[in-house]
């Protein structure tokens, strides 16, 4: 008998097969888990690359000078389904972020997820009171990212997802080392950053510019006699009295020559004595009180809502249909003798309903009276049509030696109320975004990444009852039969 007809010999082989092909089986796994673990690569076959980070994010943070820890106290459980939603896909982009950071040494982008109503003594240590928000921390630097900022909403509804935009460019801000400075100007008794008054106070200003990272100082120009170099935006909230010429002057050579950032509220029935600097940049601002007989137009209390224009100080309220509201105001409008093709854009933010008027005998009369001829109406073919400016927004481009590209001069907004940030209005969420807003077009902070947003696709399946109960039955029934069926031709194939 040979030896391979001998039982024993095949006991042996085939042994040593089952073994050989264990060994193979753990050397496969071994080698595989190695290039994992040592050569990692991912491939994303999504559409619109959803689990990825543009080129231009990941050079940011290869680059990033300072670590920067990231706060969400969005939940995934929240009652609000957008808010749930949200909470989605802020974790899964975050999740991009700290993969992408995950070799170096010091992990530069760190992500927690915080419940601050249950979690409230871990709130409170990281100065974080806000739900349904994204704080970012860097030392003792910090910026809060809303969910207004990730999602593009058109006509009340997402349109796209441009977190990666957002919080890029939060990082980017938070991590520098060099604050952006708002200047509050003082001397004519304007509001101040320090007053907690609910009238006459700005103290909810001030900590909600302090979140978003900004350094706040006041700035009595009469007194310092100069523009400090590290003003990155002044702001003038209801002065009581007039600027002499000297600080109208400062004023106007910051904006110029500096490419200075400038937002004025003026109350109405205040002189101001900035008529020059407002006509070098294209504004009137009347002396009047801006009246409207229309009760739909404003609201119990005798607040004015106002009509909005597109523009990015503007766009995030148009988009979720909110309207600020305020107190006596004054008309703000483009000046219609401004020359044009001088580098000089002009845009009405705010307007009123074209039932209003601006009253210009308001110190003499006590029941305001519509008058031709006297009052401030609307001018013919300016827009925005039949209304009055509010709010007025002016910025200075020009291009320089025929160069493809041009170079952005200063920029100033003027609103006509002096009240519309007060701690008692400031809790609005429209009035408070739109001077957030405003503040952010003035220092630049509007600037988006050359990252394009992702379009939020939406799949919605619709069955009726029969139908469902059609599909209970086929996932209880035939799915196990057919396995059961298949299990049964199988075992009367190997018998026969």
């Known amino acids: 008998m040979l030896a391979f007809d001998n039982f024993r010999t095949a006991r042996w082989v085939r042994t040593f097969n089952l073994v050989l092909q264990a060994v193979l089986f753990l050397t496969l796994f071994a080698g595989l888990n190695y290039l994992a673990r040592n050569h990692p690569g991912r491939f994303d076959l999504t559409n619109q690359r959803r689990h990825s980070l543009s080129p231009e994010t990941l050079s940011y943070l290869r680059n990033l000078p300072r670590p920067v820890r990231i706060v969400v106290t969005l939940t ?17 982009l975050l999740r991009e ?55 593009r909403v058109e006509k009340g509804v997402k349109k796209a997802f441009q977190g990666e935009q957002a919080l890029t460019s939060a990082i980017l801000d938070v991590s520098n080392p060099e604050k952006k400075k708002v200047y509050f100007l003082a001397g004519h008794g304007e509001l101040s950053p320090d007053d907690v008054d609910p009238v006459h106070g700005l103290s ?43 600080e109208q002057e400062l004023l106007r050579q910051y904006l110029s020559n500096a490419a200075g950032r ?51 100080v503007t766009q995030t309220l148009i988009d979720y249909k909110l309207q600020p509201r305020v107190g006596p105001a004054r008309s703000v409008r483009p000046d219609p003798s401004r020359s044009l093709g001088n580098s000089l854009t002009v845009t009405t933010l705010a307007a009123t309903s074209t039932t209003a008027w601006g009253e210009v005998s308001y110190r003499l009369n006590t029941v305001p009276e519509r008058n031709p001829g006297v009052d401030i109406i609307p001018v013919p073919g300016m827009e925005p049509r039949d209304r009055l400016g509010v709010a007025v927004a002016s ?26 940030i007060a701690n008692n209005r400031i809790a609005d969420v429209a009035n408070q975004n739109i001077f957030l807003s405003a503040v952010n077009w003035t220092v630049d902070r509007d600037t988006q990444l050359n990252t394009p947003a992702r379009p939020i696709e939406r799949f919605q399946l619709s069955l009726s009852a029969g139908e469902l109960t059609k599909l209970r039955y086929s996932l209880l029934l035939a799915l196990p039969g057919a396995a059961a069926l298949l299990g049964l031709i199988v075992y009367w194939t190997r018998r026969s």
């Open 76 to 92: 995934e459980d929240s009652d609000n389904a957008d808010v749930a939603q949200s909470f989605r896909d802020i974790h899964g």
């Open 97 to 151: 972020y700290t993969y992408a950071t995950e070799g170096d040494n010091n992990r530069k982008i760190t992500v927690q997820y915080l419940d601050v109503y249950q979690r409230r003594r871990e709130a409170d240590q990281l100065g974080i009171d806000q739900p349904d928000s994204i704080v970012l921390l860097c030392g003792d630097r910090r910026r809060t990212v809303t969910l207004g900022e990730i999602y």
């Open 204 to 246: 909810t200003l001030h900590e909600m510019l302090r979140q978003r990272n900004f350094g706040v100082d006041s700035l009595n120009v009469a007194y310092l006699r100069k523009i400090p170099t590290d003003a990155a935006l002044i702001v003038a909230v209801a002065p009581q009295g007039k600027f002499s010429s000297f």
């Open 262 to 312: 400038l937002i004025l509220l003026l109350a109405p029935g205040r002189p101001h004595g900035l008529e020059d600097l407002l006509l070098d940049w294209g504004l009137l601002v009347d002396d009047d009180l801006i009246c409207d007989t229309g009760a739909q137009n404003m609201t119990e209390e005798g607040e004015l809502l106002l009509r909005l224009t597109p523009h990015p």
């Open 395 to 420: 910025e200075r481009v020009s291009v320089k030696d025929n160069l493809p590209f041009s170079v952005r001069g200063g920029r100033l907004i003027v609103f006509g109320t002096g009240d519309l």
